[in-house]
């Protein structure tokens, strides 16, 4: 080889070692390249599976919050449903009373929270059921409205009367032709009395009663006057069954005759409303003398007591419980409803805005009209107290042949809820 030949090796060997060099570079940007591309679809599926999980949170959220919409839903219909077992309750349901509307009765008409009105002629209340607005309540006015006739009689003739104002005494003397069985005790005490005029008559106790010789004007039909004359408490011959519910008699008789009435109404029409009367009068309760009955119990007839019934009931009397709880503790919107219903009825038998308000405060003073009895219960029945009534009606009620009625036959407190009363 000639030395020109050297140069000429030289250039194919700097030739080979670029292509050596740039085929290196190359490897190495490909390789950059593929670990870039490798990274953005790391990062490209992360921000799917990102998106992913955002989107499944998206509708779990969306599911929970419309599962809490529907179980909203549901416990707005349950609520305005009422409590369980009020379905089987008929619709109205008609609550036959024993007297004209008046705040002794307000556990009842607070059914309806105030709500309803009266039909003039039936002397009928209509109105929804606060626990249930479906349900229509309808309290019928007794008296006058049916002739006098006991409840328990009235019930037995006429189907659609789901319940009525019964009395311990009136219960056990219909058993064998109608047995029925009280459920709930709107008043614990008996609010009946006798009343006279203290500027005639000196009395202080039962015991001076008799000694008066003072005609006592009762309504007729009552079993409580036969106790007060077998307990030798008042005579046979001071007794007079023409009283009509209104004042007039006594006004016009001046003092000279006694009268019954209930404690939590007459005192104060008398004094303040009766304006030809225009004063005090002194009473003594019925309860007093010993015969402890409870008056105007809420009770069904035996024969109606079906399985609807029972389930309605079950609802239904905690429901009036807690109906007189409210009551006590706001009586203003039944009262008023309770007034302008009087109103509407436009009869002998008058309430005021005054009169309502002293029968409240009366029912829920110091005598325990409306009260818890012996226990924390309201509208439970005391069973000894019962049978203390059944015997007496034995030894002191001839008209009344009780037989082998007992006291679970008369009354249950199965419907009652004991966790409910006045505080």
Known sequence: MTKQSKPWMLLVALLAAFSLVAAACGDDDDDAGTEASDSESESASASESESASASEMAEEDEMDEEDEMDEEDEMDEEEAAGPAGLAACPNPIVIQTDWFPEPEHGAMYNLTAGEGSVDPASGRFSGPLAADPSITVEIRAG????????????????????????????????????????????????????????????????????????????????????????????????????????PARFIAEGGAIMQQGFETQEPFNYEFIFTDWGQAVETLLIHDSGYEIYQGAVGILDANLDDAATECLSALVPVMQQSAVDF?????????????????????????????????????????????????TLGDFDLERLQGVLDLIDEQVPTIDRGDVGVDDLVTNEFIDPTIGLP
Do not use: C
Request: proline share 7%; aromatic share 12%; hydrophobic share 40%.
């Open 328 to 376: 006590a503790a706001d009586p203003v919107p039944t009262n008023a409803a309770i007034l302008q219903a009087v109103i509407d009825l436009d009869t002998f038998w008058e309430l005021s805005e005054d009169s309502v308000v002293a029968t409240h405060e009366k029912m829920h003073g110091d005598l325990g009209i409306v009260g818890n009895g012996p226990d924390s």
């Open 143 to 246: 008296g006058p409205f049916i002739g006098f006739q006991d409840t328990i009689s009235l019930m037995a003739t006429d189907s659609d009367i789901f319940l009525g104002f019964i009395n311990t005494d009136e219960q056990t003397a219909r058993y064998a032709d109608f047995p029925t069985t009280a459920v709930f005790a709107p008043l614990d005490i008996n609010p009946q009395m006798i009343m006279w005029d203290p500027n005639t008559y000196d009395v202080s106790s039962w015991d001076d009663v008799a000694d008066t010789g003072a005609i006592i004007n009762i309504f007729a039909g009552g079993y409580y006057p036969e106790w007060l004359v077998g307990a030798g408490l008042v005579t046979a011959d001071q007794l007079d069954p023409s009283y009509d519910g209104g």
